[in-house]
């Protein structure tokens, strides 16, 4: 396929050299913001790859900064980008869509099918659009090469072994699956885009660590998330996350899968019985990752606002309690001072306020009219 790759982070390198060297021909496309990351490729279209993955030099087809050459002919559209970035590359992507456009987010963390949705209602011109998600990256992966962002290669730690997918309509579900098939065996469909939003892991395993170590994290500016941040107290609260997330997900009539279970399916870690034993057991992909080395790194600033507030509005559609997510919330508010509830993921601006649960399952089907 003729695939436009969107971003120029860890993730954006790893699809864009895994699926071109897999036979794909992959445009790889940033805003003209953030052209500075691709200083080191954007005449050679080369990326490095090692690890698990590729490996060696991968040509890609093309690297611009020209949204209008990037999309030209183009069979999918897979931005590869943090949750906080959605809404600006929705907006950037609105006006230059046509009719029938197939978009696969990779991730779609909680509500990024939704919040693209939305967006491309009210900005753009084009009809029945596809929009699809995986609820995590296809890869653990950390870009390498160079200076600052200005880097060449990737380093591809895991590929995972469990992806899910769905598409917003699910009217679309199993044409935008069969896609997402063919460039990953390891997809699995999901009823719709709540049912993979709800399994985002990184509401559970991010937040609450990163405000439990947050004066560690301060103190000595190096920090590895996994293995010095979740103990096994932390881990208890993992948990607790974690039990009240299934909760989200029984009201609304979804499998409950337990954080460790995921884990485990995705390859990630072990077959354990607790939280903490499960991450222990990741020696080789978790535990090596360094950061976050202060409090603006993404595991809050994007992972508490974007996704789990997302959990919590869903919750409350639902009328499901989740005390210690709105703790973690309220303690991630005051460290960054910011108000997560007003300026994260509402249903509001995923388009789905004031909607029964049975109102919400029939939009995430039909989309909007």
């Not at 954006?12 to 794909?24: C, E, I, K, N, P």
């Not at 390859?267 to 535990?287: H, K, P, T």
Request: proline share 4%; with cysteine; glycine share 8%.
């Amino acid at each position: 396929m003729r695939i436009t790759v969107v971003g120029c982070g860890n993730g954006a390198f790893a699809v864009a050299a895994d699926l071109s060297s897999r036979g794909h021909e992959i445009t790889l496309y940033v805003n003209e913001s953030h052209s500075s990351n691709f200083d080191r490729i954007r005449d050679s279209r080369v990326i490095e790859c090692t690890g698990v993955g590729p490996k060696g030099h991968i040509e890609l087809h093309d690297v611009t900064c020209d949204i209008t050459r990037a999309l030209d002919g183009a069979d999918l559209i897979m931005p590869v980008i943090t949750a906080n970035s959605h809404v600006e590359v929705a907006e950037e992507l609105a006006p230059h869509l046509k009719d029938d456009d197939r978009i696969l987010l990779v991730p779609g963390s909680t509500g990024g099918a939704l919040i693209f949705a939305k967006i491309f209602k009210e900005q753009s011109k084009a009809k029945n659009l596809r929009i699809a998600e995986m609820h995590t990256l296809p890869y653990a992966c950390r870009k390498f090469g160079g200076e600052g962002k200005a880097r060449t290669g990737v380093h591809i730690l895991l590929e995972v072994k469990k992806l899910f997918v769905a598409a917003f309509p699910a009217k679309y579900n199993y044409e935008m699956f069969e896609i997402a098939k063919e460039l990953y065996p390891a997809s699995v469909l999901c009823k719709d885009v709540l049912e993979t939003s709800l399994n985002n892991g990184n509401a559970t395993t991010h937040p609450a660590p990163v405000v439990l170590n947050a004066g560690k994290i301060e103190y000595y500016g190096r920090h590895y998330h996994y293995m010095e941040g979740i103990t096994p107290s932390v881990a208890n609260v993992i948990q607790v996350i974690d039990d009240e997330r299934k909760k989200i997900c029984k009201a609304f009539g979804y499998d409950e899968l337990d954080v460790k279970d995921r884990l485990y399916q995705m390859g990630y870690c072990m077959d354990r019985s607790s939280v903490y034993a499960a991450i222990q057991s990741s020696g080789e992909v978790f535990l090596p990752l360094e950061g976050p080395n202060d409090l603006s790194g993404r595991y809050l600033t994007e992972d508490a606002p974007c996704s789990m507030v997302a959990m919590i509005e869903f919750a409350g559609l639902a009328g499901v309690d989740t005390p210690t997510m709105d703790g973690v919330i309220s303690l991630a508010s005051a460290l960054r001072n910011e108000d997560y509830r007003t300026s994260g993921r509402t249903l509001d601006k995923m388009g789905v306020d004031g909607m029964t649960i049975q109102e919400l399952k029939k939009f995430l089907y039909e989309g909007w009219n």
